[in-house]
Every structure is written in structure tokens, then in C-alpha cells.
């Protein structure tokens, strides 16, 4: 028989690592990045996971598509790795 998983195991990477990668990149930019929406995401099992995340976030103009890649060890370790405009 496979083993079940606890939903919130998947539900919260997608509620709390956008909200973080757009939080984080506003400390360290100084900026007022408002998250709109979460376009789609991938992960990527290192040494922890790599979470690549399409977002749309607004500074007060039109929402802008940005890439943020966040990586986590646990709830408790993660690290925004990069956040840059989405051109793809």
C-alpha cells in the first residue's frame, strides 16, 4: 500500500515561499514589491530543494513577471537565491 503524505506538506511551499521571495527581495532591495500572483513553479532536489517560482508582484504600476528561486532545507532554513525580471 503507498504511503500518504500530509497536505500541508504540499499546500505551504506554495502559500509561504512566494510571499518570502518577494519579502526578502524587498529587504535587501529596499523596493515595495506587492505579490499579485504565483504563475507557475518547478523544484529542484539538491542539497535541500530549489524552488523556481514565475511570480507577478507590483510596485504601485502594472504587475511585472519576475523569476525568484528559493532555496529551503527545512521550514526553517531557506535562502532567496535569486530574484530577477521573467523574460521568458
Do not use: C
Not at 505551504?12 to 513553479?41: C, H, R
Not at 539538491?46 to 508582484?57: C, M, P, W
Not at 510596485?59 to 526553517?76: G, M, S
Amino acid at each position: 500500500m503507498q504511503q500518504f503524505h500530509h497536505f500541508l506538506a504540499l499546500v505551504l511551499p506554495l502559500i509561504f515561499l512566494p510571499l518570502f521571495a518577494v519579502d526578502q527581495y524587498n529587504k535587501e532591495g529596499n523596493t515595495g514589491l506587492k505579490l499579485v500572483a504565483v504563475v507557475s513553479g518547478e523544484t529542484q532536489v539538491v542539497s535541500g530543494t530549489n524552488y523556481r517560482l514565475i511570480l507577478k508582484a507590483t510596485d504601485e504600476t502594472a504587475p511585472k513577471t519576475y523569476q525568484a528561486i528559493v532555496w529551503e532545507n527545512d521550514l526553517l532554513n531557506k535562502k532567496l537565491t535569486s530574484f530577477e525580471p521573467f523574460l521568458g
